[in-house]
């Protein structure tokens, strides 16, 4: 079993949708949980950074951690053209620790 | 105030060379961490220094070896490139600052390296 499981998609939606994105983890012993935007050909975007279970808002996003569950969830409200990227969600035990991360998402936003 | 820097964009080797890439971390930040991505997969972590130490590693083989400077910049090695080390790598800066703030790794624009 992966440390990290990330359904690779890729997953399109009607621009104005609500998009949802998720991933599970096997390590209970992740504490700080991460949203990356990459770009196509481009470095990985931190979105989001939270750490143990709850919810966090920014903007039109939303990042929601259920450690009990080992699941966590990214959120974009009223999803733009230009939100088409592929999403990775990225773990770490300690802060400063390596992050591991899921395989990527890839969300295609239709005009 | 500049992010993650790294060159070269592009590099094109061919098996059994050896290649150099470079990082610059974002101001402030003291620990570097690099990363190899490969074309569809998230990115899988090398190693990370800090105070001119690698103070992890991942698990790749003793052909990828790095440095740090005392200005916090970053150099990562390959040795006796194979095929399959063609790959976006990426450098990362995290850091705290001295009023306490901490921030987590930040990218930069990777290195795009193909082997042939």
């Known amino acids: 079993q992966k440390e990290v499981e990330q359904d690779p998609g890729p997953l399109s939606v009607p621009e104005g949708a609500i998009v949802s994105l998720n991933c599970t983890y096997s390590?209970?012993?992740?504490?700080?949980f991460m949203w990356y935007r990459q770009y196509s050909r481009k470095g990985p975007e931190l979105l989001m950074y939270?750490?143990?279970?709850g919810n966090k808002e920014d903007g039109r996003f939303t990042a929601q951690v259920d450690k009990s569950s080992k699941y966590i969830s990214l959120f974009i409200r009223d999803s733009q053209p230009s939100d088409s990227a592929t999403y990775l969600c990225?773990?770490?035990?300690?802060?400063?620790?390596?992050?591991?991360f899921g395989k990527g998402t890839r969300l295609h936003i239709l005009p | 105030d500049a992010g993650v820097t790294q060159s070269p964009t592009h590099l094109i080797k061919t098996r059994g060379q050896q290649v150099t890439l470079r990082c610059s971390p974002k101001?402030?930040?003291?620990?570097v961490s690099w990363y190899q991505q490969a074309l569809g997969q998230g990115p899988q972590f090398i190693f990370q220094?800090?105070?001119?130490?690698?103070?992890q590693r991942g698990n790749f083989p003793d052909r990828f070896s790095g440095h740090q400077f005392p200005n916090y910049s970053s150099e990562l090695n390959v040795n006796a490139l194979l095929l399959g080390d063609s790959a976006l790598y990426l450098c990362?800066?995290?850091?705290?600052?001295?009023?306490?703030?901490?921030?987590?790794?930040?990218f930069g624009p990777g290195t795009r390296l193909l082997v042939l």
């Open positions: 939270t750490y143990s279970s």
């Open positions: 101001s402030g930040h003291d620990t």
């Open positions: 990225a773990m770490s035990v300690n802060r400063d620790d390596k992050i591991i």
């Open positions: 390590n209970s012993a992740f504490q700080y």
């Open positions: 990362a800066s995290s850091g705290e600052w001295t009023s306490g703030r901490y921030e987590t790794q930040y």
């Open positions: 220094y800090y105070e001119e130490e690698e103070r």
